[in-house]
T-cell receptor
Framework: KQEVTQIPAALSVPEGENLVLNCSFTDSAIYNLQWFRQDHGKGLTSLLLIQSSQREQTSGRLNASLDKSSGRSTLYIAASQPGDSATYLCAVTSVTSGTYKYIFGTGTRLKVLA | EPEVTQTPSHQVTQMGQEVILRCVPISNHLYFYWYRQILGQKVEFLVSFYNNEISEKSEIFDDQFSVERPDGSNFTLKIRSTKLEDSAMYFC????????????FGPGTRLTVL
């Protein structure tokens, strides 16, 4: 059974710092992995989608990497800003016995201090 | 930029009542999804829908839940007889392709069952 874990659960950093958020999954047979941002009490905003054949994706100050064999993905945020404060979620798509599963991680709550 | 919309933003109901949550997916998307997030917990997949049929559903999506695309734009989630434990944020999402493409989420409906 696929399980997705994110560490740390919470992170507080000063503005301008580069940081790395981690996502681990137990079953390496995935289709893709998506990173989201969720502002408090709000919906999810898609940040990056990495297909299983890809190693990384970049968008602006964000870079997501995927290492399927070790069951890990990282989201790198460069030069963090207070506006980056939010909860970051990863979600993994996998197929088990012909059935798609879409499993979210537990999330990392990020606070960037001005 | 096209976006997924959901109504109402907040729904309060009495236990045992029926509720219908509404979503307008992005117009050229073909796949639609419902997720829920109980306060303080992970986002959980409920169901995916394509070509007027359920394509995948989770163990959570039992007989009290149903989905429908009543016209060319709306996508609804009906909970037949609400229970206290149905209180959660319900998110609708849509995508071009089933699970293997970026999913775009709506802002959510907060359902409170009293």
């Amino acid at each position: 059974k696929q399980e997705v874990t994110q560490i740390p659960a919470a992170l507080s950093v000063p503005e301008g710092e580069n940081l790395v958020l981690n996502c681990s999954f137990t079953d390496s047979a995935i289709y893709n992995l998506q990173w989201f941002r969720q502002d408090h009490g709000k919906g999810l905003t898609s940040l990056l989608l990495i297909q299983s054949s890809q190693r990384e994706q970049t968008s602006g100050r964000l870079n997501a990497s995927l290492d399927k064999s070790s069951g890990r993905s990282t989201l790198y945020i460069a030069a963090s800003q207070p506006g980056d404060s939010a909860t970051y979620l990863c979600a993994v798509t996998s197929v088990t016995s012909g059935t798609y599963k879409y499993i979210f991680g537990t999330g990392t709550r990020l606070k960037v201090l001005a | 930029e096209p976006e997924v919309t959901q109504t109402p933003s907040h729904q309060v109901t009495q236990m045992g009542q029926e509720v219908i949550l509404r979503c307008v997916p992005i117009s050229n998307h073909l796949y639609f999804y419902w997720y829920r997030q109980i306060l303080g917990q992970k986002v959980e997949f409920l169901v995916s829908f394509y070509n007027n049929e359920i394509s995948e559903k989770s163990e959570i999506f039992d007989d009290q839940f149903s989905v429908e695309r009543p016209d060319g734009s709306n996508f609804t989630l009906k909970i037949r007889s609400t229970k206290l434990e149905d209180s959660a944020m319900y998110f609708c999402a849509s995508s071009d392709r089933l699970f293997t493409d970026t999913q775009y989420f709506g802002p959510g409906t907060r359902l409170t069952v009293l």
